[in-house]
């Protein structure tokens, strides 16, 4: 597929990818969310692709659902631009590799929602965050009511949703929405360190560690510590745990095979 409205690159096993309709802000419309599920589908099956970065280009990571194609949407099109919308936030969050959101700019409405589905948020002193749904007569509607207040609780996630109102990335921080904030020029490199460091881990464990967290914040406790010991057991019929706990012991580096 010729990507129009983002671009994908590949470097040194991270795939980027850059939502790319920087005059619009890079407003979620239909053909950026199929090039997005397009490519996060390559993504989950390239073998060669072992994290994912998430980031937008020029001032703004996503300003939200594009209005002007949502505006003369009827019901049975809004349905299906939901159910398109949530699938892409769905495939983000569950594939096997960690996908980073380096947020650069605005991240706002359905573009705080897709950065809510990537594994790890950090962002750029620019950054800004909001749901303004409101300010249109709508709720979110990819997820946002669902994701906000798991990440900072009920009655932030309530606050933000009601209010509509933006916040900076430091309030991002201290609410517990974005993981590290850094210079604008830093935030590529810093996203890029994160999904070396994880990459350097065991990749069976962080598989197994992101489906065990995503899967336990939908269930009762007693089923989210049953579903860890499955994840766990997996994790410890592997070879890369004998390799990590060997190396441990012969206190050098473990060489990690994803076997
Ligand atoms: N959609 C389309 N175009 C947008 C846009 C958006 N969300 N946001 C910005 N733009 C466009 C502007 O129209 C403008 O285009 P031109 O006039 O230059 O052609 C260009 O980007 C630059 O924007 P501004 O001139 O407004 O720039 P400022 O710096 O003055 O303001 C801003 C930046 C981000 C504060 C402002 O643009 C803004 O408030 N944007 C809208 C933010 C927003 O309300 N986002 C939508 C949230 S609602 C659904 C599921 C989910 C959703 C919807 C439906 N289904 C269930 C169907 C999600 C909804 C949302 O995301």
Known sequence: MEYKNIKLELEDGIAVVTIARPKALNALNTHVINELIHAFEWIDKAAEAKAAILTGEGRAFVAGADISQMKDLDIRDGRDMTLLGQGLMELIETIDKPVIAAVNGFALGGGCEISMACDIRICSEKA????????????????????????????????????????????????????????????????????????????????????????????????????????YTTTFSTKDRTEGMTAFVEKRTPSFENR
Do not use: C, W
Request: glycine share 10%; charged share 20%; proline share 5%.
């Open 128 to 231: 800004r965050f909001g749901q303004p749904e409101v300010n249109l007569g709508i709720i979110p509607g990819y997820g946002g009511t669902q994701r906000l207040p798991r990440l900072v609780g009920k009655g932030m996630a309530k606050y933000l949703i009601m209010t509509g109102e933006q916040i900076d990335a430091q309030e991002a921080y201290r609410i517990g929405l974005v993981q590290k904030v850094v210079p604008a020029e830093e935030l590529m490199d810093q996203a890029k360190a994160i999904a070396e460091t994880i990459m350097a881990k065991a990749p069976v464990a962080i598989k197994m560690a992101k489906h065990a967290v995503n899967n336990g914040m939908n269930v009762d406790l007693r089923s989210g510590v049953a579903y860890e010991a499955e994840a």
